[in-house]
């Protein structure tokens, strides 16, 4: 299982839990079982950036990309406020 | 004509010959030969029989690298000077050997206190402050992460901070946007901001701009030329026009934004580093970034991300340390844990891409509502 961190404008999909495990080789298969734990985020992931250990997964195999247990996996959407 | 070398120039410091620095004002104020006597290579037939009256005193005249100082040691052996020479490798070379060298303090009493603070830190200085001084940087947004950003920018000496929003003070935004007033409530926030920061610091001139940035205005807001740009905006259209308009003005972008308990820092710099669409190369839909206003905030957490903006701001003007380019923190105030991801130029990118299809601006409000 990998920790997935949540971002404040999905936690009300994951219970306000900021953190979460989720188990997959890569990128693909971890998001399917965040979804299948937390099925209200189905549509909602294509909008976040993901990083696996601090680095974009668009500049490595994208959703290929190989998540090992001890990986943190950072979900990062946009957020545009400055108020 | 004589020369003399670095070498024999050091040994006669301390003696009775005196240096004549010929360089300009701007290159004398950067360092100089410690005692020397500073007369700019035009003034030198007109002033300098009455600086130097001795004609039989040793006189070693230089420059940057040894030409201008060539002419003026002509000029003072034509006037009878008897024992003149020129230091061809010059101040650039005196330099690069690491020869004593005095820094000459320009600044007036007032600010040298002012500053102190700065004036102590070798990687600032006098010269660094000075670079404060000269600097212009534009504040997209007067809220939040503008308030703490313009505040430190005006106490830290940035000469000339612009401000552009077009919004008036709320009751609700005094829970953290510590740059205005309960008795401001109902005027123009630039104005606010404005009052705030001369008061803060005499120094500073603020330019203000009471408008919503667009694609009409944009241009002329940024054509009056900015070192940096700090993006503390409230909204994607916005966000999108600041990065298009710095990309092709190619001024770099400190950005910041918030939401609740977490924040985003990090520092778009043209050519150098990604850009905001090589990051986020399409806004989410609303639903799904929400704003402050929607979900609010911790009235301190603007404070954090806009003092790291402003941190930011003034690394790139002294240009000193490692910049936030190429790489975002994510603050998480709950957790109290800074992450760092990195960034990449995206060689697609419509924008900064290897073949950009995006050369004007764009409906900005139509591109974040699809």
Same mark, same amino acid.
């Given at each position: ?7 404040? &404008?999905?936690? @009300? ?52 990309? /190989? ?17 | ?31 100089? +030969? ?5 007369? /700019?290579? @035009?003034? =030198? ?5 009455? #600086? ?23 000029? *003072? ?7 003149? @020479? ?5 101040? &650039? ?39 404060? *001084?000269?600097?212009? =940087?534009?504040? =997209?947004? @007067? ?25 008036? =003070?709320?009751?609700? $935004? ?21 009052? %705030?920061?001369?008061?803060? $610091? ?5 330019? %203000? ?28 259209? %916005? ?22 308990? #977490? ?8 050519? #150098? ?13 609303? #639903? ?8 609010? +905030? *911790? ?19 002294? !240009?000193?340390? !490692? ?13 109290? &844990? ?17 073949? /950009? &299809? ?13």
């Amino acid at each position: 299982m990998s920790i997935v961190r949540i971002p404040p &404008t999905l936690r @009300a999909d994951t219970a306000g839990e900021r953190e979460v495990l989720a188990s997959g080789g890569n990128v693909r298969e971890l998001l399917d079982d965040l979804i299948s734990r937390f099925p209200t985020l189905e549509g909602k992931l294509e909008y976040a950036n993901v990083y696996v250990g601090g680095e974009d997964i668009r500049t490595r195999d994208g959703l290929e990309t /190989p998540v090992a247990e001890s990986d943190t996996v950072i979900l990062l959407p946009a957020m545009a406020g400055g108020c | 004509m004589p020369v003399i070398s670095l070498g024999e120039a050091h040994e006669v410091l301390y003696g009775d010959a005196v240096f004549l620095d010929v360089r300009e004002q701007s290159e004398w104020d950067l360092g100089h +030969v410690p005692d020397a006597l500073h007369i /700019p290579r @035009a003034q =030198v037939a007109a002033r300098v029989e009455q #600086e130097v009256p001795d004609k039989t005193r040793r006189v070693v005249v230089y420059c940057a690298r040894g030409a201008r100082s060539q002419i003026a040691a002509q000029t *003072l052996l034509a006037r009878g000077y008897e024992r003149v @020479a020129n230091l061809v490798d010059g101040f &650039t070379g005196w330099e690069e050997h690491g020869l004593p060298a005095v820094v000459p303090s320009t600044l007036p009493d007032d600010q040298r206190r002012r500053y102190s603070r700065h004036l102590l830190i070798p990687e600032v200085g006098e010269a660094g402050q000075r670079r404060l *001084l000269n600097a212009r =940087v534009l504040l =997209v947004g @007067a809220g939040g992460l503008g308030s703490p950003a313009s505040l430190y920018l005006a106490a830290a000496g940035v000469g000339t901070i612009g401000i552009v929003d077009e919004d008036v =003070v709320d009751d609700s $935004n005094l829970q953290r946007q510590i740059v205005h007033t309960t008795s401001r409530v109902g005027e123009p926030k630039v104005e606010s901001a404005r009052e %705030t920061l001369e008061a803060l $610091n005499p120094d500073v001139n603020v330019r %203000t701009f009471r408008e919503r940035l667009t694609s009409e205005n944009v241009d002329r807001i940024l054509g009056e030329g900015w070192d940096v740009i700090v993006d503390g905006a409230d909204n994607f259209p %916005t966000r999108y026009l600041v990065n298009d308009a710095s990309v092709w003005h190619g001024i770099p972008v400190v950005h910041g934004s918030i939401y609740r308990f #977490e924040g985003q820092v990090t520092v778009f710099k043209p050519r #150098e580093g990604p850009c905001y669409r090589c990051l986020f190369p399409t806004p989410p839909p609303a #639903e799904l970034a929400p704003s402050c206003a929607e979900g609010g +905030v *911790l009235g301190v957490l603007p404070g954090t991300v806009g003092s790291l903006q402003a941190t930011e701001a003034l690394k790139l003007v002294l !240009e000193i340390g !490692e910049s936030l380019i190429g790489r975002l923190q994510l603050f998480d105030a709950l957790g109290a &844990t800074f992450t760092e991801v990195a960034l990449r130029r995206d060689p697609d990118c419509p924008v900064c891409g290897e073949n /950009p &299809t995006i050369a004007d601006y764009i409906d900005y409000l139509e591109f974040c509502s699809r």
